[in-house]
């Protein structure tokens, strides 16, 4: 597979997209919602700067596996057409065939597709993915120091000044971390223990960025992360894993629960600065 070929989604790969069921982890579902059958990986590499050309391949290949996408045939060198008028609308570009035709989906997903899927395969598939991107954080963090999913496209700006959290019970580790946050021009806030992170999450307005360690007196960093993406106004909010623990399991087990990136420890100053803008779409 070359960098040139160009995909396209599937009718599964349309269903799993839209699914709200789907098991697939956000970094997977950005890269499913961006082909579009006229961008070759190439192009398609400007909007995901965390993947190099292999790990593109490699993602694609295994989208193509689950028949989610499939590639473009070559277009061959056809004599110059003429168009002829045969009497249709072409109905996709019709507003109102539009609002039909995303009511009928949704009825399709509640109620044909209920019973299609079994739990086992849902895990086999999730299981799948969350390596192969465990694989390419490992591999970022090997290149980089880091390794982070960009903000989304359609993420809105933050009004006032950025806020982050920190959740870091050593405290020199949580000297060092605030004064790299404090020299970014960032509202800072540190928490050691679980009611500490309680406290914060449950203040207006909430944090912009979570900087999550892992290892914590009273609580798995894990988990923390697990409630905040279950929570219905916190699922959005950018999380950084701040860690000693690069295990292939661990890395999985983070992006399995939705982690927007990984810095291990140790790390420099210049390198956390750095991930902390990339965090936050900061240039």
Known sequence: MELDTVFVKTRAGIDEQLDPRSRLSFAFRRLLTAIDGKASLADLQTQFPQLSGRDLRVWASELAQLKFIEPVPPREAAAPATYDYHGYVEMTADPEFKKTAAEVSQWLRANAKAGERTPEEDLQKTASMATLEATTTIGGIERTGFFMHPPSAEAAPAAGPRRVLIV???????????????????????????ADVIAA???????????????????????????????PTLKTLRVVMVTGRTDRADIAKGVLLGADGYITKPYRPATMAAAIRQALGMG
């Open 201 to 231: 999450l449950n203040r207006q307005p909430a944090p912009d960025l979570l900087l999550l360690d892992v290892e914590l007196p009273d609580v798995d960093g894990f988990a923390i992360l697990e409630k905040v993406r279950a929570h």
């Open 168 to 194: 870091e019970d050593d405290p020199l580790q949580a000297k060092l971390l605030s004064t790299i946050v404090a020299r970014e021009g960032l509202v800072l806030e540190v928490a050691k223990n679980r």
